[in-house]
């Protein structure tokens, strides 16, 4: 089975950094995506890791350590709109995909 | 643009209605999903197709069924609803064996079962 874990809340400062982490465990792994959610909105994608290594894309950076069985959501300069909850997921072999709780990001002024 | 559709944004059933919900995609993708989504839950799977005809169990499929007709189409039935299927019902299609696979959601259909 998959069992995926990250934190349930976050709070952190306009134009700071967070990083988001997220453990999993699961029987086979064909990669690790990082959704956004914002409140009453259908998920959107924003990252995909399937090497060790970090992924950068502008603000946001996704690294994936599979012998650790981690990866963190890192975002630079944060935005009032980057408050939403950020979904991490794993894709097992065959096609279904397992998300995580979410985590939710509160920027402050 | 990509776009995947589901047939009702907020629906009010009673317990022991049949509810259909339904889903249409344009893109053409093999893979079909329906999650429900609950505060402190996550996503979790119900049902997923990887083609026509085809469906297998996600990890909560007691108390719900699907059909998948036609490949842009795949509805969730609720044989007799109860309130504890009071959710957030989000759709995602996905081509198979993409470079990515990844995941497109639609908005998302809010069911609340009285």
Known sequence: GQNIDQPTEMTATEGAIVQINCTYQTSGFNGLFWYQQHAGEAPTFLSYNVLDGLEEKGRFSSFLSRSKGYSYLLLKELQMKDSASYLCAVRPPHQKVTFGTGTKLQVIP | ?114
């Open chain 2, 1 to 114: 643009d990509v776009k995947v559709t589901q047939s009702s944004r907020y629906l009010v059933k009673r317990t022991g209605e049949k509810v259909f919900l339904e889903c249409v995609q344009d893109m053409d993708h093999e893979n079909m999903f329906w999650y429900r989504q609950d505060p402190g839950l996550g996503l979790r799977l119900i049902y997923f197709s990887y083609d026509v005809k085809m469906k297998e169990k996600g990890d909560i499929p007691e108390g719900y069924s699907v059909s998948r007709e036609k490949k842009e189409r795949f509805s969730l039935i609720l044989e007799s609803a109860s309130t504890n299927q009071t959710s957030m019902y989000l759709c995602a299609s996905s081509p198979f064996g993409g470079a990515i696979g990844e995941l497109f959601f639609g908005e998302g259909s809010r069911l609340t079962v009285l």
